[in-house]
Structures are given as C-alpha cells and as structure tokens.
C-alpha cells in the first residue's frame, strides 16, 4: 500500500504552483513589451511598419523610419533593423540602408519587407510610394548593396514570401497603381528564382477591397493574407500561395492601431506565433511618428485566428 505523505504533497503541490505562477508572469512578459524600443533608449528611433523575419534562430524587424519632426509621411527615406534572440533584449542596429545613395531611388519611401534565398538576404522597399527597389546582403543586417538598377516592378507595401519549396512570391495592393481589375485589392506575382524579376503576372487574390499593409503567413499548409481595410486589419486563408479563386476573408484580425494606420507582420518564433504592428501614441509619438510593437497570437482548432487585443508595458 501506497503511504501518502502530506509534507511531500505540500511540497509538490507548492512547486507546480511555483512552476505555474512563473510561466504566467513569463507569458504576460513575452507579450508586454511594448514598445520595442523606448524614447529613453540610447539611438532611439521612430521604427514603424514594422516586417520581421526569423533567420538563424534571432527576430529580425525591419522597418521604415519616421523622423523626429515629422507631420507627413514625406519625409520617410532610410530603413531601421531591429534583432533579438528572445524577444526580450532588443539590439537597434539604427539606419542601415538609405536607398536615396542609389543613382535611381529617390522619394517616398514607405514599408519594407526581407527575404533569404541561396545565401542572400533581399530587402525589398518602395520608393516615390510604389516603385521597388531591392538590395541584398550576405548578413541579414547588413551591409547591403544594390541587387538592381531600376524598379523591378511598380506595387503598394511590398511583401515577399518564400515558401517551404523554395518558390519565391511577391505580394501588395494595387490602390496607388493601375493593375487589373479597378480598385485595390490583394494581388500577388511569383519571383524568378533570382529574387528580382517577376516570374509572370500580377493575380488578384480577393474579392473584397482592401486599403494597404498587405502580409502573408503560413501556418499548417494554410496560406494567411491579411490587410488594412479602412481602419482595421482583417485576413483570409487559402490553400494556396496563389489561390485562383480568391482567398476567403475570415474577419477582423486587429483592430485600428492606437494613433496610427497600422501595417503588421506575423512571425512563428521559438514555437509561439507573435503579431508585430505599430502605433502612435508612445514614446511622445504622433500619427506620423510610430514605434514598433509585438503580441502574442493563438489560433483556434479550425485554424481562425483570436483576434489581436494590444497591450503596453506595464
């Protein structure tokens, strides 16, 4: 017969107690670091539209940089990298490309996004709105050079998404740039396996009209799309990169962001899924001065998502 001993039991009971308050207060820290970057930090900058990516086990975010005295979006000219290895500790690495040094890029110069492939990093960025530009690295900070002369095509927030074969994709919105059908709306092209032509046409991918801030996940083999549409976020799910028939929209992802338009990125990160946005209404930010943010997300068993619900440091 099995002898019960209560001071053991006490004790058990009181470390998986222990253990369950910790990994709460390690959860409400993971999701409450916001913003990632502080206006009392050493080289702050204004990091909005924030594009991360997962290389080599660390977060990379990439970001447009709204400057000090901003009131427009005009003045919007160089990228920011941002790096963590545990969504903690943050390293700015600061301006790390400012495409105006190039002989052929000049004006607006709004939401990036990155790629690997065959050993380059690519990072894609508009400039005079919707013309993109690409430069490539062999580090995913940097230094980067120019990978083309000229636009290699003409689109809205540009974001690039390379899929488990290897098969590259760019995707936007169409609201700025005449392409099919009118209106704007999700639309996506393949890449050539050199990461700078299209591979193809332009293909509408919903139904619905969209404003901007076009990304694209994969989760389980669903393909997720998601894009600003007035002042919230919503997503459709696929079964493909390309679907033919239109992605189906599932609803409202998150809301308007806090004094900003939003622009989000989705990343799966040490086997968690976080939501990257940005806002401004910190760091005495404005409408036209954003800081870059992240929460967790979850999804349900049909593979929905739980809509985002934003969070500050507390």
């Known amino acids: 017969m099995t002898r019960y001993n209560m001071k053991n039991g006490l004790n058990i009971l009181s470390l998986r107690t222990i253990t369950l308050v910790c990994m709460v207060l390690i959860t409400q820290y993971i999701t409450a670091q916001n913003p990632i970057l502080k206006d009392s930090d050493t080289g702050f900058v204004y990091a909005a539209d924030p594009a991360a990516e997962v290389f080599n086990d660390k977060v990379y975010v990439y970001c447009s940089r709204d400057v000090e005295n901003a009131v427009s979006y005009s003045t919007m000219q160089d990228y920011v990298i941002l790096e963590s290895a545990d969504l903690d500790k943050w390293i700015n690495h600061g301006v790390v490309l400012k495409p105006r040094a190039y002989s052929w890029a000049d004006g607006q110069m709004n939401a990036p996004d990155a790629a690997y492939k065959n050993g380059w990093y690519y990072l894609y960025f508009p400039y005079n709105k919707t013309d993109i530009g690409v430069a490539k690295s062999k580090s995913p900070i940097g230094p980067w050079e120019e990978a083309v002369t000229d636009k290699i095509t003409t689109i809205f927030d540009p974001t690039v998404f390379v899929d488990d074969d290897g098969q590259a994709y760019i995707y936007g919105n169409d609201h700025k740039v005449n392409i099919g059908a009118p209106g704007a709306h999700i639309m996506g092209a393949k890449l050539k396996d050199n990461m700078v032509e299209l591979d193809g046409p332009w293909i509408r991918l919903s139904e619905e009209t969209v404003s901007e801030a076009v990304h694209i996940f994969k989760r389980n083999d669903i393909y997720y799309f998601s894009a600003r549409v ?14 033919k028939h239109y992605a189906t929209l599932k609803g409202e992802l998150a809301p308007n962001a806090p004094d900003a338009p939003n622009h989000t990125s989705v990343i799966e990160f040490k086997n968690e899924w976080y939501f990257l946005y940005h806002r401004g209404d910190v760091n005495n930010g404005s409408f036209h001065k954003r800081s870059a943010c992240f929460e ?4 349900r068993e049909d593979g929905t998502i739980v809509p985002i619900e934003y969070s500050l440091e507390q």
Do not use: I, N, Q, R
């Open 230 to 243: 007035g002042p919230v976020t919503k997503y459709w799910m696929a079964d493909s990169a390309l679907p």
């Open 296 to 299: 967790k997300m979850s999804f």
